[in-house]
């Protein structure tokens, strides 16, 4: 492998084991949907195996100038379908794709915001295929009262059936990293998810900012706590709380929030500048 193509600014670990390569590709399930992203394709590990099927669109998304020419002359891929940008500032709505499956080896140091935006645009996104550093993807499918149950696991969770599939050792990479990985697949739910993502995620993130507090301590930074006979479990603590839970909460605390989310903006302002 030349030398050229290593930067360490970009996370860059490539994997080399093709049979691994392949198995993760092979989890795209393509049930409603035929058009795939590949966020950070590299040296085009996956991509190859993206690209054997006609029927299936793929675009390509990577922050890496000289990868995209690398990629463009080993692929011939076209100009449209290569996008050259940071996939935290990508917007599929300016490409107009409606409907996709995202795939990855995602580099690591970036893992929790690719899952953020990933949620921000989740109504395109039936299905996540990716490769994370393993103690991230054991957070992304925890569940309550487990130590590694958090924040991530809540929020994806509320949206996506997540599983984790399975571990990757360290020296199927090129050069070596630090951490193993892990294989995860994120599956959209099909109910309708009836409570404000903005409402949810503060909540969420106040709940566990305080992990060991109670929730009716927790929560005192919303001005409208709910009713303990309506939400009957505001005397456990957030990590003991299910996802179905949190949802509820969300819900009651928006019922109560009725018109008035500036309410919930001022206080992550005051609580953030308190930090
Ligand atoms: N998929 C390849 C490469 C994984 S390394 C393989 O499995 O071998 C991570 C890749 O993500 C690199 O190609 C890196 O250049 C790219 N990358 C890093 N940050 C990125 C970002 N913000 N947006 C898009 N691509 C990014």
């Not at 930067?7 to 795209?28: C, E, G, P, R, S």
């Not at 993206?50 to 922050?63: A, C, D, G, R, T």
């Not at 076209?78 to 709505?93: R, T, V, Y």
């Not at 645009?121 to 957070?139: D, H, L, S, T, W």
């Amino acid at each position: 492998m030349h030398k050229l193509f290593f930067k360490k600014k970009f996370d860059q670990y490539f994997l080399k084991d093709q049979n691994i390569a392949k198995k993760i590709v092979n989890h795209l399930s393509f049930e409603n949907y035929n058009t795939v992203v590949e966020v950070g394709p590299g040296l085009g590990i996956l991509t190859q195996y993206l690209l054997i099927n006609p029927y299936h669109h793929v675009f390509f998304i990577e922050i890496d100038k000289q990868l995209i020419s690398f990629l463009k002359k080993k692929f011939l891929i076209s100009n449209n379908k290569i996008i050259h940008n940071d996939f935290l500032k990508w917007n599929p709505e300016e490409i107009k794709l409606h409907n996709f499956a995202i795939i990855g080896n995602f580099p690591y140091k970036i893992s929790s915001q690719i899952l953020f935006h990933i949620l921000k645009y989740n109504q395109y996104i039936p299905e996540c295929i990716g490769m994370f550093q393993k103690e991230v993807a054991k957070r992304i499918t925890s569940h309550k009262g487990k130590k590694t149950y958090g924040i991530l696991s809540v929020l994806i969770q509320t949206f996506y059936d997540a599983k984790y599939l399975f571990t990757v050792k360290k020296k199927v990479f090129f050069p070596v990293p630090n951490v193993e990985s892990a294989v995860i697949s994120l599956k959209r739910k099909n109910e309708t998810i009836y409570c404000d993502k903005n409402v949810l995620f503060k909540c969420v993130k106040t709940a566990f900012n305080q992990r060991r507090k109670k929730l009716k301590n927790s929560l005192q930074l919303f001005k409208y706590v709910p009713n303990f006979n309506k939400i009957p479990f505001l005397n456990k603590r957030a990590e003991e709380l299910s996802v179905k839970e949190f949802i509820q909460l969300t819900r009651e605390i928006e019922i109560k929030l009725g018109n008035d989310y500036s309410i919930i903006e001022r206080k992550f302002v005051s609580q953030r500048n308190k930090k």
